[in-house]
């Protein structure tokens, strides 16, 4: 089955720089690569996703680039804020097949003021 | 509202006594899933359904049941917990066809002892 691993576990930032997290993925079938942000106590939600049929993608501060030659995946937050303080998942899934999630270990990032 | 509703959001309970998670949707989705969340290994899928009767084992179901009688409804059922089913409880819907992602609902913080 998949297998996605998540790097780096923890990751503190000052606020206003950049933040980068990645991703690699097992299965050459996934085709989709959802990111989901986690505050403290809350449920995850989506906050960007790609499919494999594109190799970047942006909204606003977000973007996710992918690369399927490779297996991997990354999620860049720019100009970071407190608020963006948080767990961020990666997941992988191949959608024709029920759309069955697999996640990485998750990232926790600390936005320092 | 479109809702994804689970209960208890907070279950203590004895070793060996039967307990049952709640999860309910109103979107109409096909797909549920229940997954567990433990410190750095991210989410881990229980079981997953594709719809009405239709149940499978995901990556982690030993200790565990659930049941789709109907389409709203996907209880996770553990017939006898132990101290390592201690965990967080999501459970999360996607409708077939729809580019949205997953929805998990609150989840349900669980403590065997």
């Known amino acids: 089955g998949e297998n996605v691993e998540q790097h780096p576990s923890t990751l503190s930032v000052q606020e206003g720089d950049s933040a980068v997290i990645k991703c690699t993925y097992s299965?050459?079938?996934?085709?989709?690569f959802p990111w989901y942000k986690q505050e403290l106590g809350k449920r995850p939600q989506l906050i960007i996703d790609i499919r494999s049929n594109v190799g970047e993608k942006k909204d606003q501060r977000i973007a996710v680039t992918l690369n399927k030659t490779a297996k991997h995946f990354s999620l860049h937050i720019t100009e970071t804020q407190p608020e963006d303080s948080a767990v961020y998942f990666c997941?992988?899934?191949?959608?024709?097949?029920?759309?069955?999630?697999?996640f990485g270990g998750g990232t926790r990032v600390l936005v320092k003021p | 509202e479109a809702q994804v509703t689970q209960n208890p959001r907070y279950l203590i309970t004895v070793t060996g006594k039967k307990l049952t998670v709640t999860c309910s949707q109103n979107m109409n989705h096909e797909y549920m899933s229940w997954y567990r969340q433990d410190p750095g290994l991210g989410l881990r899928q229980i079981y997953y359904s594709m719809n009405v009767e239709v149940t499978d084992k995901g990556d982690v179901p030993e200790g565990y049941k659930v049941s789709r009688k109907e389409k709203r409804n996907f209880p996770l059922i553990l017939e006898s917990p132990s101290p390592n089913q201690t965990s967080l409880y999501f459970c999360?819907?996607?409708?077939?066809?729809?580019?949205?992602?997953?929805?998990f609902g609150s989840g349900t913080r669980l403590t065997v002892v």
């Open positions: 997941a992988a899934s191949y959608e024709a097949a029920g759309n069955k999630l697999t």
């Open positions: 999360a819907t996607w409708g077939a066809g729809r580019r949205s992602g997953y929805t």
């Open positions: 299965d050459s079938a996934s085709n989709y």
